[in-house]
C-alpha cells in the first residue's frame, strides 16, 4: 500500500465532495496550537459525514452519486448534532483529538470517562441526576449546579427556618452556553426531538438512544426547568426494536410539561439572549456568534485522517 498515492486520493475526493456544495476547500496539516478548543461556532462550521476509509474506497467511483443513502457527505456541526449524525461526530473529534475531549469531559465534572473513541457515541455511563445537573451548564447560562432534593425546611417558630444554599460553578459564559441552547432548540423544532416541542414554550434538548435500544433519553430543559426522561431495563436488556429516546422519551417529557404547565402557566415561555451575542446572515438566514465563536471563514479546512 502506498500511504502518500491514498493520501492524495482522499485529498482530491474530499475537494470534489465540497465542489458539490460549493465550497473551496484547503487541506492542510492540523496544527494544534492554532485550535482555540471552546465552544466554536458549531452549527456553522463543516464537518464530513462520512467514514474517511469509506470516503478512501470510494475515490474512484462517481462522487456526485449519492453511493451511500445514509451519508450525507459535508454537513454543518450543527445539523449533526440536530439529526444525531455519528459519523460526522467522530470526525470531529478526530480533529480536535481524542485528549482533548476526555480532558473536557474532567473539567466539565464527568469521572471514569473511558479513554477511547467509544464516548464519542455515548459510551459514558451516567445517572439521570449527574445528566440533569450537567445540563445545568447550559439551562443556567454557563453555570453548572448542584441538585438538591430539599430547598428549605419551615418551622413554626420564627427564626428556625433552614434555607439549604444552592452550589454553583461558573464553566462557561453565558452568551457561550446561548449557543448551545440555540443548537439544542433545533433538535425540538426540527431533529431528533421533535415529540418533545411544546406550544407557547421554547424547548432546548437532546435525544440519546444506546446501542441494542437498551437505553432511550431525553434531556431537555425550557426557560424555567431542567427534566430528564430514561427509559431503561433493571438488567440492561433491550427495551424494543426502535425505542428510541426521541420516539419514547421525548413524548414523555412533552406530557409532563403540558400538566406541569396547567398548574404553573406563570412559568417564563422563552429563553433569554445574554449580553455578548450578535447575529450574522447566511442566505436571509440569521445565526448567533460570539467573540469567542466568531463567523466562520469562506474556506473550509478538512483534516487528513
Not at 464519542?120 to 449546579?145: C, D, H, Q, R, W
Not at 449557543?179 to 415529540?195: C, F, S
Not at 449580553?275 to 471563514?297: E, H, L, W
Request: glycine fraction near 6%.
Amino acid at each position: 500500500m502506498n500511504i502518500e498515492e491514498d493520501i492524495k486520493k482522499l485529498e482530491k475526493a474530499i475537494k470534489e465532495l465540497a465542489k458539490m456544495f460549493g465550497f473551496d476547500v484547503e487541506i492542510k496539516d492540523i496544527n494544534w496550537d492554532e485550535l482555540d478548543i471552546g465552544i466554536k461556532l458549531i452549527h456553522l462550521n463543516y464537518m464530513l459525514d462520512v467514514n474517511p476509509a469509506l470516503a478512501l474506497e470510494m475515490v474512484d467511483k462517481e462522487l456526485k452519486k449519492d453511493y451511500e443513502k445514509d451519508i450525507l457527505g459535508y454537513i454543518t456541526l450543527k445539523e449533526a448534532l440536530v439529526h444525531s449524525r455519528n459519523l460526522a461526530t467522530i470526525n470531529l473529534t478526530s480533529l480536535v483529538g481524542l485528549d482533548t475531549v476526555i480532558n473536557g469531559l474532567y473539567n466539565f465534572g464527568f469521572d471514569k470517562v473511558p479513554e477511547n473513541m467509544s464516548i464519542v457515541l455515548g459510551s459514558l455511563g451516567i445517572t439521570p441526576l449527574k445528566v440533569a445537573e450537567e445540563y445545568t451548564m447550559f439551562s443556567n447560562y454557563g453555570k453548572k449546579e448542584k441538585p438538591r432534593l430539599v430547598l428549605e425546611l419551615k418551622n413554626r417558630k420564627k427564626g428556625l427556618d433552614v434555607t439549604f444554599l444552592k452550589k454553583e460553578e461558573e464553566l462557561i459564559p453565558p452568551y457561550q452556553a446561548y449557543l448551545m441552547t440555540y443548537i439544542l432548540q433545533d433538535v425540538v423544532k426540527e431533529g431528533t426531538g421533535r415529540n418533545a416541542k411544546l406550544e407557547n414554550m421554547e424547548v432546548a434538548g437532546k435525544t440519546g438512544t444506546t446501542n441494542d435500544f437498551r437505553d432511550a433519553w431525553w434531556c431537555g430543559y425550557t426557560p424555567s426547568t431542567t427534566t430528564i426522561v430514561w427509559f431503561g431495563n433493571d438488567d440492561n436488556t433491550p427495551i424494543g426494536k426502535i425505542m428510541t429516546g426521541g420516539r419514547v422519551s421525548a413524548p414523555v417529557f412533552k406530557y409532563f410539561y403540558q400538566k406541569f404547565l396547567e398548574l404553573h402557566p406563570e412559568l417564563k415561555r422563552e429563553f433569554e439572549i445574554p449580553k455578548g451575542v450578535k447575529y450574522f446572515n447566511v442566505k436571509d438566514k440569521k445565526y448567533p456568534f460570539t467573540n469567542i465563536s466568531p463567523p466562520p471563514s469562506k474556506k473550509v479546512y478538512v483534516p487528513v485522517f
